[in-house]
């Protein structure tokens, strides 16, 4: 063989034997994590006051759906503060409108953003301040929860004992291209964040989730609160950092049906959403940690297929099959288990593309920029760079 069919058998061998370390993890993970729908903790003697907190910019399409939803949950003592920040279409009469209608809803109208902070983090900052209850849930304003979804996360939290519960849905979708690259983007969301290692002593793991994070007030109070984030562009994990930096415990687990939520409306406002934050949590907003980070994922997504269709070394046909194999039985394990299609799963390694195409997308946006742009506010690289905390 030649010094090239060396180098394309090596690379195809180490890759492929990737794949199958990596679909043994998310068979694993169907073991370790857990489905909210399926567990029964025991109602508490007494419901805590529960504050949630919904920091709106331009959502008038979506805020009173998501806050009605809130309003219809039968749990006892809650109140519901959302933050209209800076928004200049009609969310700001929306939001006093539902106020005037339910006293349990609350107000806040932020005019300006001051020098140093992300315009989310200060308006999280700031309804946290205004907030009464001994536990807050953070979510955001096109979130829509089922009946009973409040008592049960709270009954939940409660019987683990924990400070933090995070509930992650998974988004509808309406389109066959996005649903698979949701379903690439899941299980790397479960790797980089060791999801399944959440709430297990000494693993330093954290999770967060800007739909559903449930946090005591009091474990709250004892971290250094949210101007440490204040220019974290993944807050809603960074909220899980700063948790676990206290020595906070959190739970986790997926829902299937008790959040709804569609988390982008198409793949091209998924490539539009992510490029204010996808660039800065992967790649730390370095341009040679990028490319290095696309050039892996290519080399993982290809492995098999390349194995397949070499013929200049032999029997690496068989290391591009199993591959395939483990695919399919991750992609079979997910699907009973999740209730999700079979098929966007086996088209993993597009999906994995497509968000390299985001990454790469978000990369040089932000260098011709100098920065991003978010809620009408342009921040650089470096006060970025400075602010930055979380590091997967």
Known sequence: MSVVDWIVAIYAILFCL???????????SLFVLRIFEKIMPPAPQTWPRLSIVIATCNDAGTIEGAVDTLLQQDYPDLEIVVINDR?????????????????????VHIKHLPPGWLG????????TQKTSGDWILYTDADVHFRQGTLRKAMALVLADQSDHLVLMPIPRTNSFWFEVVLMAFGPLFVLATRATLI??????????????NLVRKAALDRTEGFPWLRMEVVDDVGLGLMLQRS?????????????????????????KGLEKNIFGVAAYYSIARMIGIIVLVWAYALAPLVAILSTAVPNLLCAGVIAYLSLIAGAVGMTIKFKQKLLPFLFLQVGLILISFMLLRSGILCVVRGGIVWRSTRYSIDELRAGQRLKV
């Open 120 to 127: 989310k983090v200060h308006a999280l900052y700031v309804g």
């Open 247 to 271: 020595g906070a415990k959190s739970s986790f687990a997926v829902t299937l049906q008790g959040i709804l939520l569609t988390w982008y409306p198409s793949l091209g406002a998924m490539f």
């Open 87 to 107: 928004s200049t279409d009609g969310t700001g009469g929306i939001i006093e409108k539902m106020a005037r209608r339910d006293r349990r809803v609350k107000t």
């Open 199 to 212: 709430g297990k002593r000494g693993s330093g793991a954290f999770v967060g989730a800007g739909a559903f």
């Open 18 to 28: 990737l794949w199958c370390i990596s679909c043994l993890l998310t068979v694993y």
